[in-house]
């Protein structure tokens, strides 16, 4: 069984950093894509980043330059380092992994950015 553990959500001002891990635990073998997916009240779930296991990443337009995605195979595990944070950016922010064909979601953290 595989389960997601993701970390590091929370309240930030305008223009501040937070950075979001996603761990993944259990029986997974072959990972390729790992991304981040976000969902603001009333709005559908969008991505927001994805890397391959070759490295190749994707961004939504909205946060590019502004967010990294990162990935560290041996643990697992993937990064999003959110830098100049905006108030549109609040969102449930959900964890992706795809191991052997097969989608892994973790359970959301929130992130708020307001003053």
């Known amino acids: 069984q595989v389960r997601l553990v993701e970390s590091g959500g929370g309240l930030v001002q305008p223009g501040g950093s937070l950075r979001l891990s996603c761990e993944a635990h259990g029986s997974i073998f072959s990972i390729n894509a790992m991304g981040w997916y976000r969902q603001a009240p009333g709005k559908q779930r969008e991505l927001v980043a994805a890397i391959t296991s070759g490295g190749s990443t994707n961004y939504a337009d909205s946060v590019k330059g502004r967010f990294t995605i990162s990935r560290d195979n041996a643990k697992n595990t993937v990064y999003l380092q959110m830098n100049s944070l905006k108030p549109e950016d609040t969102a449930v922010y959900y964890c992706?992994?795809?191991?052997?064909?097969?989608?892994?979601w973790g359970q959301g953290t929130q992130v708020t950015v307001s003053s």
């Open positions: 992706l992994v795809v191991a052997s064909e097969l989608d892994y």
